[in-house]
T-cell receptor, first 114, second 113 residues
Framework: NAGVTQTPKFRILKIGQSMTLQCTQD?????MYWYRQDPGMGLKLIYY???????DKGEVPNGYNVSRSTTEDFPLRLELAAPSQTSVYFC?????????????FGPGTRLTVT | KQEVTQIPAALSVPEGENLVLNCSFT??????LQWFRQDPGKGLTSLLL?????REQTSGRLNASLDKSSGRSTLYIAASQPGDSATYLC????????????FGTGTQLKVEL
């Protein structure tokens, strides 16, 4: 199993540009999450999904959108990039019935908005 | 407000020392608590998960304890090695908090030769 994979690893955006961060998991997990990590801070939840077709907001959803058309994929969309969205983005997944909500993380996408 | 705090923010110890990392949380109504390791520029690796009904979990040289009533968890690392150098994050799933993990800001550990 590859686990949770994220692309790209790094990206530089100009203010106002848009992009999609990709996340895929091959563990057949129903639950998926997007977090952001700012320097010296803990991770904060942006959006999460409990299954295909179901998404919900986390703590810091403004400026982002998500979709979940398949169990495997959970892309995160930035529509109008702002410097405040400079951060490291982590995708995670979990399967409550098997692992009691233990979350497994991808390697992250480092995004800079200038 | 449900918060997670980790003190100290940074810790430096000589190789071979046993050490304890601390995590405190503001609400005792938790579902579980998870300890992660993060290497520079990398993702998070899950180390241990403790359910609210458990008191401790062990994996190799790592032992995590949980005291819900006092809102505390500790991660004990025995016989530390330079390879243990990393940032250690504590995260809590609060009951009624949905599926969200609330993270502490981490303790950056350096084990010196």
């Amino acid at each position: 199993n590859a686990g949770v994979t994220q692309t790209p690893k790094f990206r530089i955006l100009k203010i106002g540009q848009s992009m999609t961060l990709q996340c895929t998991q091959d563990m057949n997990h129903n639950y998926m999450y997007w977090y952001r990590q700012d320097p010296g801070m803990g991770l904060k939840l942006i959006y999460y999904s409990v299954g295909a077709g179901i998404t919900d907001k986390g703590e810091v959803p403004n400026g982002y959108n998500v979709s979940r058309s398949t169990t495997e994929d959970f892309p995160l969309r930035l529509e109008l990039a702002a410097p405040s969205q400079t951060s490291v983005y982590f995708c995670a997944s979990s399967q409550p019935q098997l692992s009691q909500y233990e979350q497994y993380f991808g390697p992250g996408t480092r995004l800079t908005v200038t | 407000k449900q918060e997670v705090t980790q003190i100290p923010a940074a810790l430096s110890v000589p190789e071979g020392e046993n050490l304890v990392l601390n995590c405190s949380f503001t609400d005792s109504a938790i579902y579980n608590l998870q300890w992660f390791r993060q290497d520079p520029g990398k993702g998070l690796t899950s180390l241990l998960l403790i359910q609210s009904s458990q008191r401790e979990q062990t994996s190799g040289r790592l032992n995590a304890s949980l005291d819900k009533s006092s809102g505390r968890s500790t991660l004990y690392i025995a016989a530390s090695q330079p390879g243990d150098s990393a940032t250690y994050l504590c995260a809590v799933r609060f009951t009624g908090g949905g599926n969200k993990l609330t993270f502490g800001t981490g303790t950056q550990l350096k084990v010196e030769l």
